[in-house]
């Protein structure tokens, strides 16, 4: 497998111009100051090489900015200043015919910066061509990786896997796609290899050869370092895949692109929720309106308004009680007697009487009779009785 290739690069602090320790003022103002002294519009004279500049103080600003991106520069800053030069496993400390890092490994770190690339196009030299032919070289390392142990298995050897672990077929990664490639295919790519693992063994980083070993209470010690130290630099290979995965995601503008298109879409549900929202509370209010329209109509009908129909008139006058003698009306006989006995109504009826008496003895004086002791009249409810 040809090894990845990508331009060496200088470090972000240098590139600056700030110590590593600078916080981030420091940081923001060195930026400043550096993209305006390296801005193409004001160097007309070196446009290409104000070009490269720019692009690399961009670089350095957008990674030094962001916290995690700094702190992961920081710890691997040896390593990418370093890709493109290969490293032998443990710095020339491993067994003698160990056969090192390989320098793809090392080749990775290179593609952690924007100079990487130029522009987003899908050609070899664009964000898209380039990143593509790192993931495809990825997939393809994987997939021999996974042809090796397979047939080691094959074949009965106990090789030291490193934690690798086995599988029954051959894994399979998704490809990185184009410029023009739609959200699915993107989001299945990240996906997959935000949980990268590999099929690897990790061999070159045995730092002991036990074949060596004068016993094999030695060799099974140089065996047990040797897997300690299989799994820490796989550890770190599937840290570094991930990291790149993330690196990658951050600047694809597919990936914004969605993003966009997928907060349009909630802003639009939202906007129809809100306007279902108004026309129910609307409907609501229409609603209740109508019902008081309706209690109103109803109280416009009570009794008291003088507009009933010939049947409710005739009912209303035989509910009617009077008191002849006080000139009251009742609405019910209870009303009427609970009158009657009241101290007003038989004062009334005393005097009424009274008079009617006086009345009868005139007219008896006058008519000389005396033996018919007349009538007396007795007032209640509309009706007269004989005394």
Same mark, same amino acid.
């Given at each position: 497998?040809?090894?990845?290739?990508?331009?060496?690069?200088?470090?972000?602090?240098?590139?600056?111009?700030?110590?590593r320790d600078a916080d981030e003022d420091a940081i923001k103002?060195?930026?400043?100051?550096?993209?305006?002294?390296?801005?193409?519009?004001?160097?007309?004279?070196?446009?290409?090489?104000?070009?490269?500049?720019?692009?690399?103080?961009?670089?350095?600003?957008?990674?030094?900015?962001?916290?995690?991106?700094?702190?992961?520069?920081?710890?691997?800053?040896?390593?990418?200043?370093?890709?493109?030069?290969?490293?032998?496993?443990?710095?020339?400390?491993?067994?003698?015919?160990?056969?090192?890092?390989?320098?793809?490994?090392?080749?990775?770190?290179?593609?952690?910066?924007?100079?990487?690339?130029?522009?987003?196009?899908?050609?070899?030299?664009?964000?898209?061509?380039?990143?593509?032919?790192?993931?495809?070289?990825?997939?393809?390392?994987?997939?021999?990786?996974?042809?090796?142990?397979?047939?080691?298995?094959?074949?009965?050897?106990?090789?030291?896997?490193?934690?690798?672990?086995?599988?029954?077929?051959?894994?399979?990664?998704?490809?990185?796609?184009?410029?023009?490639?739609?959200?699915?295919?993107?989001?299945?790519?990240?996906?997959?290899?935000?949980?990268?693992?590999?099929?690897?063994?990790?061999?070159?980083?045995?730092?002991?050869?036990?074949?060596?070993?004068?016993? &094999?209470?030695? !060799?099974?010690?140089?065996?047990?370092?040797?897997?300690? /130290? +299989? @799994? =820490? %630099? #796989?550890?770190?290979?599937?840290?570094?895949?991930?990291?790149?995965?993330?690196?990658?995601?951050? &600047?694809?503008? !597919?990936?914004?692109?969605?993003?966009?298109?997928?907060? /349009? +879409? @909630? =802003? %639009? #549900?939202?906007?129809?929720?809100?306007?279902?929202?108004?026309?129910?509370?609307?409907?609501?209010?229409?609603?209740?309106?109508?019902?008081?329209?309706?209690?109103w109509i109803r109280s416009s009908e009570a009794p008291g308004?003088?507009?009933?129909?010939?049947?409710?008139?005739?009912?209303?006058?035989?509910?009617?009680?009077?008191?002849?003698?006080?000139?009251?009306?009742?609405?019910?006989?209870?009303?009427?007697?609970?009158?009657?006995?009241?101290?007003?109504?038989?004062?009334?009826l005393a005097a009424l009487r009274a008079m009617m008496e006086?009345?009868?003895?005139?007219?008896?004086?006058?008519?000389?009779?005396?033996?018919?002791?007349?009538?007396?009249?007795?007032?209640?409810?509309?009706?007269?009785?004989?005394?």
């Amino acid at each position: 497998m040809a090894p990845l290739t990508a331009p060496k690069q200088r470090c972000f602090y240098e590139v600056l111009e700030v110590p590593r320790d600078a916080d981030e003022d420091a940081i923001k103002k060195a930026y400043r100051k550096q993209a305006l002294l390296w801005h193409p519009d004001k160097n007309a004279h070196r446009a290409e090489e104000a070009a490269e500049r720019f692009k690399e103080i961009q670089n350095a600003y957008e990674i030094l900015s962001d916290k995690h991106e700094r702190a992961w520069y920081d710890d691997h800053r040896d390593q990418i200043l370093r890709s493109g030069e290969r490293h032998q496993a443990g710095g020339g400390g491993g067994f003698e015919g160990g056969t090192g890092k390989p320098a793809e490994d090392e080749e990775l770190f290179s593609f952690f910066t924007s100079s990487c690339y130029s522009g987003y196009g899908d050609g070899p030299k664009g964000f898209y061509g380039v990143y593509a032919s790192v993931f495809a070289k990825l997939a393809k390392q994987e997939q021999e990786a996974w042809e090796r142990r397979d047939a080691a298995n094959a074949d009965g050897d106990d090789d030291l896997s490193g934690g690798g672990g086995s599988s029954s077929s051959a894994p399979t990664f998704p490809g990185f796609g184009t410029s023009l490639s739609d959200t699915a295919t993107v989001n299945a790519f990240y996906s997959h290899w935000l949980n990268f693992t590999t099929c690897r063994n990790f061999a070159w980083a045995d730092l002991y050869n036990p074949a060596a070993a004068p016993n &094999r209470q030695v !060799r099974r010690r140089m065996e047990e370092e040797n897997a300690k /130290a +299989r @799994r =820490a %630099a #796989r550890k770190e290979w599937i840290d570094t895949v991930r990291e790149l995965v993330g690196f990658v995601r951050k &600047r694809d503008k !597919r990936v914004a692109r969605a993003q966009a298109e997928e907060a /349009a +879409r @909630r =802003a %639009a #549900r939202e906007a129809e929720d809100q306007e279902r929202r108004r026309a129910e509370r609307e409907a609501r209010l229409a609603k209740a309106a109508e019902y008081e329209d309706a209690d109103w109509i109803r109280s416009s009908e009570a009794p008291g308004d003088g507009e009933y129909s010939g049947d409710e008139q005739e009912e209303e006058e035989m509910e009617v009680h009077e008191c002849v003698v006080c000139d009251k009306v009742f609405r019910s006989e209870k009303q009427l007697r609970n009158h009657e006995r009241s101290k007003k109504h038989t004062e009334a009826l005393a005097a009424l009487r009274a008079m009617m008496e006086e009345e009868e003895a005139a007219l008896g004086g006058l008519g000389g009779g005396d033996g018919d002791d007349g009538d007396a009249i007795m007032y209640g409810s509309g009706a007269t009785a004989r005394v």
